[in-house]
């Protein structure tokens, strides 16, 4: 723990990141090639890299510098590939999927893109790890899901929802007809209801990823992607 800490949740880089290309690439209307260049900006991107390296006073109960698994991948991947003007999330806790996102929107925003990401979160001081020079595209709203989504959307479409609060089929259900009922186009990602029964399949397009970890006891987080079916496709 004290060279390696670990102590929230588990953290790890993954194996098959071609095959997360190709899920994403399905997911969003694009060639796997393209989705496998924005993955790659991940090891190289100046933003992202500076947003991820902690200080040294958070050392002794996080990574110096998290590696990327599966869905913080997919969050820098479909926001830079799908350039959304307005990102909402559910379940924060310490922050480390609100920083990736906030550095792809931060990232687009200097391409000319711009875009937020609104944050939902029951526990206050949620969101440690976002470093000061992120929040300003940032709004962290401290409360139940389900009741804060309407604040959150404030009546503007969502372009990508991603879910990582309580896991409970009813309770995630309330939170996709929030969203989805504001937002029909809306790219959904979800570790929390990976392996749940969640969607009616007539109605959304699911695909699945499960995390193959590099030098890591667990065996991987189950992802679920899905974006709404159209008459036309």
Do not use: C
């Amino acid at each position: 723990m004290l060279v390696d800490p670990e102590i929230d949740s588990f953290t790890y880089a993954i194996s098959n990141r071609d095959e997360l290309a190709v899920v994403l690439g399905e997911l969003v209307d694009r060639p796997a090639e393209e989705i496998k260049v924005r993955l790659g900006e991940t090891d190289t991107d100046p933003l992202l890299q500076r947003a991820r390296r902690q200080p040294l006073r958070r050392r002794w109960w996080v990574k110096s510098r998290q590696p990327l698994h599966g869905i913080l991948l997919a969050h820098w991947a479909i926001i830079r590939t799908l350039q959304p003007a307005r990102v909402v999330e559910t379940g924060v806790l310490d922050g480390t999927g609100s920083t990736v996102m906030l550095a792809a929107l931060e990232r687009n925003a200097r391409e000319q893109a711009g875009g937020e990401l609104v944050s939902i979160d029951v526990l206050p001081g949620a969101g440690a790890l976002v470093p000061n020079w992120l929040r300003t595209r940032w709004t962290l709203i401290t409360g139940d899901s389900v009741s804060a989504l309407g604040q959150a959307m404030a009546g503007e479409p969502v372009g990508y929802f991603t879910s990582d609060s309580l896991r409970d089929v009813d309770h995630i259900a309330a939170e996709l007809a929030a969203v989805l009922g504001n937002a029909t186009d809306a790219i959904v990602a979800s570790t929390v209801w990976g392996d749940l029964p969640v969607f009616d399949d007539d109605h959304m397009r699911v695909l699945h990823f499960q995390d193959k970890p590099i030098d890591h006891f667990w065996r991987g987080r189950t992802l679920a992607f899905a974006r709404p079916i159209h008459p036309e496709d």
